[in-house]
């Protein structure tokens, strides 16, 4: 019998809006049983950040030419870097019937969608864009500048939410971890359903 593949899920919404900090809080969460996706990328490793272990920090040359070489789901250039996906843990990891979750910018999350049309997409929005600006600001990274370009560009990625099968709103950080674990349970019984349906349908004959 062949083993039914895992659900690919795909966190996706504006810069500053908690996608790390919601992410952090469903791994570190002792229901959840689905793999991450670690990404490459070309921007420098932050303090505290480990090479395997946050991202797979690489060189321009070096995410170019896996780029050549097919290497990616999806990438996209965000901030002045790189950022994707590699293909094949992904592949393999739903092969095996494991679920494996994807945090990533919203063109990213465009192609993902071109690619693998059956993949379960939550958008994560602010309550408000002033929450999403006072964020960014309590977050530290950023210029004042920075700031103010992520905020326009925020504005243009909220217009997206409605490609998305889920909006969950983080409020909370807690509460948005919770959701988006009653949806990707919720997706699981939705698919087994119309499975057994199927089957009985064709049992018929
Ligand atoms: N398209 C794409 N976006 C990614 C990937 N990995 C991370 N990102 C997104 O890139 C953006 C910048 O990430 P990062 O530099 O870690 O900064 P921060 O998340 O804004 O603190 C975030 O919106 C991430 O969700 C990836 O593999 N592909
Ligand atoms: N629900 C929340 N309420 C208040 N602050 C939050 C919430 N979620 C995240 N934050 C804070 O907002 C900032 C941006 O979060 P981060 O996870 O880095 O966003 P993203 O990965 O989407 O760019 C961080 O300082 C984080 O602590």
Same mark, same amino acid.
């Given at each position: 019998?062949?083993?039914?593949?895992?659900?690919?899920?795909?966190?996706?919404?504006?810069?500053?809006?908690?996608?790390?900090?919601?992410?952090?809080?469903?791994?570190?969460?002792?229901?959840?049983?689905?793999?991450?996706?670690?990404?490459?990328?070309?921007?420098?490793?932050?303090?505290?950040?480990? @090479?395997?272990?946050?991202?797979? $920090?690489?060189?321009? #040359?070096?995410?170019? !030419?896996?780029?050549?070489?097919? /290497? &990616?789901?999806?990438?996209?250039?965000?901030?002045?870097?790189?950022?994707?996906?590699?293909?094949?843990?992904?592949?393999?990891?739903? @092969?095996?019937?494991?679920?494996? $979750?994807?945090?990533? #910018?919203?063109?990213? !999350?465009?192609?993902?969608?071109? /690619? &693998?049309?059956?993949?379960?997409?939550?958008?994560?929005?602010?309550?408000?864009?002033?929450?999403?600006?006072?964020?960014?600001?309590?977050?530290?990274?950023?210029?004042?500048?920075?700031?103010?370009?992520?905020?326009?560009?925020?504005?243009?990625?909220? /217009?997206?939410?409605?490609?998305?099968?889920?909006?969950?709103?983080?409020?909370?950080?807690?509460?948005?971890?919770?959701?988006?674990?009653?949806?990707?349970?919720?997706?699981?019984?939705?698919?087994?359903?119309?499975?057994?349906?199927?089957?009985?349908?064709?049992?018929?004959?």
């Amino acid at each position: 019998m062949s083993v039914e593949k895992g659900l690919l899920i795909v966190l996706s919404g504006p810069s500053g809006v908690g996608k790390g900090t919601v992410r952090k809080a469903i791994f570190d969460h002792p229901n959840t049983n689905f793999k991450y996706s670690i990404s490459m990328t070309t921007r420098d490793a932050r303090f505290g950040e480990a @090479d395997g272990v946050d991202y797979f $920090f690489k060189t321009k #040359e070096e995410f170019e !030419a896996l780029i050549e070489q097919d /290497k &990616f789901i999806e990438y996209a250039q965000y901030v002045g870097n790189y950022y994707g996906t590699p293909v094949d843990y992904v592949k393999e990891t739903i @092969d095996n019937g494991n679920d494996i $979750f994807l945090e990533i #910018e919203v063109q990213g !999350a465009k192609q993902v969608r071109e /690619k &693998f049309p059956d993949a379960l997409f939550i958008f994560l929005s602010p309550p408000g864009l002033k929450a999403l600006h006072d964020r960014l600001i309590k977050r530290g990274t950023d210029s004042d500048e920075v700031i103010n370009r992520r905020i326009s560009k925020a504005k243009d990625e909220l /217009k997206l939410m409605n490609l998305y099968d889920y909006v969950v709103v983080n409020e909370d950080v807690d509460e948005a971890r919770r959701r988006i674990q009653c949806i990707v349970e919720a997706e699981h019984m939705r698919r087994d359903r119309v499975e057994n349906k199927l089957r009985q349908i064709l049992e018929v004959f």
